[in-house]
Every structure is written in C-alpha cells, then in structure tokens.
C-alpha cells in the first residue's frame, strides 16, 4: 500500500492561486507515475494531471497552461500548482499512485492502485 496525504486545497476567488501538494514514500515518487484527480458531488473522478518517474507530465485539456504537476524527489512529495483557478475547478481534490506502471501513464482513475484522503478546493466570489 502505498501512503498518500494531500494538503494545501482552501477557498479562493476566481483568477487566483492554490499549490497542493502530497506526501508519499521515497520508493512511490521515484517509481511509479502518479497523478492528481478530481471529483465534484454526484460527478465521476477525472484526470487532472499525470507525471511519470520520468517526469513525463500529461494535463486534461481543461487545465493546460494554468495547472503544473510536479514531484520533489527529496521531499518526496507529488504537488500541483494551480493558477487562473475557474469556478469549475471547484472539486475534491484526490492524489493518486499507479504501482503497477512507470511511465505511459493512464488517464483514468480505474487504472490508479492507490488514493489519498483527498483536499477540497472551492473557487468562488
């Protein structure tokens, strides 16, 4: 099992700006691809972004140029910046690992082994 604990998901207005982050084990952030996904109420868990162990990244469309996926191999910790944050972006927010793939990642949380507690993030006026 590998361990997942996000942070960082708050409140923020439209056009602002909110870094989560998650820590892992050492083996996790160096092996496996990992991502982050969200989930609103009622709705399905989609991708976000994903990274591979060799920080190959891939973002949803809906988040490109404002959303950066990122690891920190020392800190062992998976983080994702977002900026230009939209009403949309209102969701729970979950980090994910895959221990059964390096790189290629996938882009469907069916494919992800492990999950974190999830953040919430809430973009309103």
């Known amino acids: 099992e590998v361990p997942l604990r996000e942070s960082g998901g708050g409140s923020v207005q439209p056009g602002g700006s909110l870094r989560l982050s998650c820590r892992t084990s050492?083996?996790?952030?160096?092996?496996?691809?990992m991502g982050w996904f969200r989930q609103t109420l009622g709705g399905e868990r989609e991708g976000v972004a994903t990274?591979?162990?060799?920080?190959?990244?891939n973002y949803d469309d809906s988040v490109k140029g404002r959303f950066t996926i990122s690891r920190d191999n020392d800190k062992n910790t998976l983080d994702l910046q977002m900026s230009g944050l939209k009403p949309e972006d209102t969701a729970m927010y979950y980090c994910?690992?895959?221990?059964?793939?390096?790189?290629?990642?996938?882009?469907?949380?069916?494919?992800?082994?492990?999950w974190g507690q999830g953040t919430q993030v809430t973009v309103s006026s």
């Open positions: 050492a083996h996790a952030i160096k092996t496996y691809c």
């Open positions: 990274i591979d162990s060799d920080g190959v990244t």
């Open positions: 994910a690992a895959d221990d059964g793939r390096a790189v290629w990642c996938s882009d469907y949380a069916q494919d992800f082994t492990d």
